[in-house]
């Protein structure tokens, strides 16, 4: 900022991140109805497995390293389950109750 290059320390970034949002389509259409907002940028769960996911599960990964299955939860910039297990079946177990209890 001093010498002229950066035009901001990050908050403009955030103004511009937060107009651009506010002009998409789907955001627009779904304004006040929280319900659907929420299920507009957060689809179900079948949709919401990306394609680099090897568990088949969202928030359930495997540690070679360690030969640990992990589970995670983020929820209110927080990590409220970060977790490792011995098996795929205890991580994901784990994962669905965080998600019961948090999400639901």
Request: charged share 25%; proline share 2%.
């Amino acid at each position: 900022m001093r010498k002229g290059n950066t035009r901001s320390c990050g908050c403009l970034r955030k103004e511009v991140a937060r107009e651009k949002i506010f002009r998409q389509p789907n955001t627009i259409a779904h304004i006040g109805n929280s319900d659907t907002l929420q299920a507009a940028w957060h689809p179900s769960k079948k949709d919401a497995v990306r394609s680099k996911n090897r568990s088949g599960v969202t928030g359930v990964s495997y540690d070679r390293h360690h030969d640990l299955w992990i589970a995670r939860l983020y929820y209110h910039r927080a990590y409220v389950l970060n977790r490792s297990f011995h098996t795929k079946e205890e991580a994901v177990a784990a994962r669905l109750a965080a998600e019961a209890q948090y999400l639901n």
